[in-house]
């Protein structure tokens, strides 16, 4: 079946650093891939998707690009805040009503002033 | 256009009580899921309703149940407690499901003591 794979945290960095936060996806066809934001004491947010192979999502300063060849959508942002802290999970999403969505464990991002 | 509303926001009960959650989806969205978030687990998808219908469900005893109403709002009950059921459960919904970006919910803290 499908899975998503990401990398495990927390990932602690220093206000203004640089982020990556590792995703690979194992999935038949051409899914849909998305990055979802938990910050504290509140439910799940979608921060960016994309769609197609070559793809590049992005919001909030934050992207991560579709590649098909890797199978992987790694999260990045040059430049992080504290109000980044949260936890991010990337997710896939087959086409068809029924499908349910597969979920990556989530990654805890800390980031210190 | 509001949100998704999840009552109560936090709930404690002793082992062997049931304990009903309600789920409000945005407007117009006919596909509402429920998932237990815990530590250790991460997102476990409980079930997925779609026009008061059962149209998904994933691998929890039977003491977890749902139900979805005509105006698309949907409760999940969960009977005979156990200490293990302490999580946070989120609700999430959609127009349609599949590989629509899903809208969640602040989320019902459940304690089980």
């Known amino acids: 079946g499908d899975s998503v794979t990401q990398m495990e945290g927390p990932v602690t960095l220093s206000e203004e650093a640089f982020l990556t936060i590792n995703c690979t996806y194992t999935a038949t066809g051409y899914p849909s891939l998305f990055w979802y934001v938990q910050y504290p004491g509140e439910g799940l947010q979608l921060l960016l998707k994309a769609t197609k192979a070559d793809d590049k999502g992005s919001n909030k300063g934050f992207e991560a690009t579709y590649r098909k060849e890797t199978t992987s959508f790694h999260l990045e942002k040059g430049s992080v805040q504290v109000s980044d802290s949260a936890v991010y999970f990337c997710?896939?999403?087959?086409?068809?009503?029924?499908?349910?969505?597969?979920f990556g464990r989530g990654t805890s991002l800390i980031v210190h002033p | 256009k509001a949100g998704v509303t999840q009552t109560p926001r936090y709930l404690i009960k002793t082992r062997g009580q049931q304990v009903t959650l309600s789920c409000s989806p945005i407007s117009g969205h006919r596909s509402v899921s429920w998932y237990q978030q815990t530590p250790g687990q991460g997102l476990q998808f409980l079930f997925e309703?779609?026009?008061?219908?059962?149209?998904n469900k994933g691998n929890f005893p039977g003491r977890f149940s749902g139900r979805q109403f005509s105006n698309s709002r949907s409760e999940m009950n969960v009977s005979t407690l156990e200490l293990g059921d302490s999580a946070l459960y989120l609700c999430?919904?959609?127009?349609?499901?599949?590989?629509?970006?899903?809208?969640f919910g602040s989320g019902t803290q459940l304690s089980v003591l």
């Open positions: 999430a919904s959609s127009l349609q499901g599949g590989s629509e970006k899903l809208f």
């Open positions: 997710a896939l999403s087959q086409s068809g009503g029924s499908y349910i969505p597969t």
């Open positions: 309703y779609f026009s008061e219908t059962q149209r």
